[in-house]
């Protein structure tokens, strides 16, 4: 027996008890809304949906990707839907703002840019796909405080979803994802057939006000999530998983950005979890726009070859008051890395890191002072890093091959390391000096095993010696509202027309 138009069961989002679980976490609801029921023949009804979802602004107007010529079934391009849809969208920049809704399906798609007072959603089962076709990939110029492309000198392809010179730009959904479909750009970057620089996934450049929040990115060709040159940047519950053998498949990278806040992301990479960057040797200290007030808490890693947090390489812009807690990491190579050599300049100063636990990992704690890797060979020899402030609490890591390996540069030590309340239980092969310290100077108090001799221990009595920060930064208090999506649904057209016939 058909449904009656009034009594339409909401079963139709939520098909799997975990999918039911999420749906009310996030309390996306579907609002069935009968808007005729005595209409002339009775039976025909129109059916709206809707979904309420949380987000630093909302919306006055909304669109489809399907009114715009978009087609989710994964062969056919949509590069030329999305940009109309922001196109279009990009009208009511000043006028309440608009969104733009990614329903189910598999939406193949090459570059596309945002605009501002502007929301991408993505539903739980949209999949945005990568092209493959390098055409869909414009060329723009490489970063000003990078000098060159990573992978190439020269340009670099522009991200999968581009934006710059933006303000209030949110991009999210129930946990919906965006597939970079990797693997030519990694086999290309193996073989040294690249002429320029992979694209990331999501790039947003000179922009404030920026949510990235609730989805899964997957196989990136490069860096995932790469904001830079911006303020204002939370990006919260992201799923990052790319093979750990990808090169460069960082999880997030805070670059030349003020005041972001990274939390609830789960990350599995070939590269850093994080990655906190600030541009590259000479271009970076001519540049110089730092990376501060970065806060990082709730991450859980997956890392084997690369740190679960990296400060630097490319650091010229300097790196400040960056606040890390709760970061759970398993089978990664490092648990905070600094990176750094002669010729970056900039600083690295005022760390605060506390709450970590560590399981399998190679160094606890790594510092590198000759990390190398120059954008040209026009550094300046004499452009020292400045490295100072560095507290790491609260930490327990087993399995570990060595405590840590701190290695500082000949006559410009690092300064100020503080390592207190951390208990580092090394793994059966582990080598017979569980720490190496050169060029160092700080403390230590109830560190087991005990530290080198120039991180000298203070005494059980100055376990809590190491700071963090007990003010908040204006990031902290960024709230989310809760906004909601209204509109006629795709999926609910084959059931209206039931519900004609009926
Ligand atoms: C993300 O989803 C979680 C539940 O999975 C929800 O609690 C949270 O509010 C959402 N946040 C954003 C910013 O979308
Ligand atoms: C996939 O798209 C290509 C190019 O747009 C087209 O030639 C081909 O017929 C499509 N294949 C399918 C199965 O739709
Ligand atoms: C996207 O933005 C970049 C950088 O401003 C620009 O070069 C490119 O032409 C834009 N793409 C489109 C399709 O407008
Ligand atoms: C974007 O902002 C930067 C920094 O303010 C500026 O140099 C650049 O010209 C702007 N680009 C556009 C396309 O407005
Ligand atoms: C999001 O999807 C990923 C990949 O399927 C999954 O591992 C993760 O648990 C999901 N997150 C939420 C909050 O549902
Ligand atoms: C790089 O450029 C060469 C010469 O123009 C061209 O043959 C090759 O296909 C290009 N490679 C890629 C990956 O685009
Ligand atoms: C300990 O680490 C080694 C690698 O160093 C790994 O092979 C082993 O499985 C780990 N053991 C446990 C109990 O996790
Ligand atoms: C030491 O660190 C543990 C977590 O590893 C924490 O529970 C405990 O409160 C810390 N002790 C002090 C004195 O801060």
């Given amino acids: 027996m058909k449904p009656k138009p009034n009594c339409i069961p909401t079963m139709e989002l939520s098909t799997s008890p975990r999918r039911t679980q999420a749906l009310e976490i996030i309390s996306v609801f579907v609002v069935l809304v009968l808007l005729s029921t005595s209409n002339v023949d009775g039976r025909k009804a129109r059916i709206l949906d809707g979904f309420d979802y949380p987000a630093i602004s909302c919306r006055a107007h909304s669109a489809l990707l399907t009114d715009f010529g978009g087609v989710g079934d994964g062969n056919t391009s949509n590069t030329e839907a999305f940009r109309a849809a922001i196109n279009y ?7 309440g703002g608009s ?63 581009f934006g710059t010179n933006l303000t209030d730009v949110v991009i999210t959904g129930e946990n ?12 290309k970057f193996h073989k040294g057939e690249l002429n ?21 990115l997957v196989n990136s060709p490069s860096w995932n999530v790469h904001p830079v040159y911006s303020s204002n940047v939370i990006v919260q519950g992201i799923t990052i998983i790319a093979p750990v053998t990808s090169p460069n498949t960082d999880g997030i990278n805070p670059d030349s950005c003020t005041n972001t806040r990274i939390e609830d992301c789960y990350i599995v990479s070939g590269d850093d979890c994080v990655a906190v960057k ?12 730092p990376t501060k007030q ?65 399981e399998t990992m190679k160094w606890a704690f790594w510092m590198t002072g000759n990390y190398g890797s120059h954008a040209d060979n026009n550094y300046d020899p004499n452009a020292l890093p400045s490295i100072q402030n560095i507290n790491y609490r609260d930490i327990v890591a087993d399995n570990v091959t060595m405590a840590a390996r701190l290695e500082g540069i000949s006559g410009d030590p690092f300064t100020g390391i503080c390592i207190s309340n951390v208990t580092i239980n090394l793994a059966t092969n582990s080598k017979k000096v569980p720490w190496t310290c050169t060029d160092v100077a700080g403390i230590s108090s109830g560190v087991v095993p005990p530290p080198c001799n120039l991180l000298p ?39 209206d027309q039931d519900l004609e016939q009926a």
């Fill in 278 to 289: 600030s541009g590259w040797d000479e271009y970076g200290i001519a540049f110089g726009m």
């Fill in 99 to 161: 969104q733009l809704f990614v329903p189910p399906g598999r939406w193949l798609t090459g570059s596309f840019n945002l605009t501002s007072h502007f929301t991408l959603y993505l539903h739980k089962d949209a999949v945005l796909l990568a092209s493959q076709d390098v055409n869909e990939w414009p060329v723009i110029e490489p970063l000003p405080s990078y000098g060159r492309g990573r992978d190439a000198a020269g340009g670099r392809y522009i991200s999968l979803i």
């Fill in 196 to 216: 320029y620089t992979r694209p990331y996934l999501i790039e947003i450049m000179y922009s404030d006000n920026i949510e990235i929040s609730n989805l899964t």
């Fill in 89 to 95: 969208l990009s009208q009511f920049e000043s006028d």
């Fill in 457 to 495: 221990d203070q005494g059980s009595e100055n376990i809590a010696a190491c700071n963090f920060p007990t003010d908040s930064l204006p990031i902290d208090n960024v709230k989310f509202q809760m906004c909601s999506y209204r509109s006629r649904m795709p999926q609910f057209e084959s059931r």
């Fill in 294 to 358: 970065l806060v990082i808490r709730r991450l859980t890693c997956i890392s084997p070859f690369s740190a679960v947090i990296a400060l630097g390489s490319e650091m010229s812009g300097g790196i400040q008051d960056v606040r890390a807690e709760d970061i759970v990491a398993i089978n990664s190579e490092s648990g905070v890395r600094i990176k750094t050599a002669v010729g970056r300049g900039g600083y690295v100063k005022d760390i605060y890191v506390r709450g970590m636990t560590m």
């Fill in 176 to 187: 919906g994802t965006i597939d970079g479909q990797g693997a030519p750009w990694w086999e």
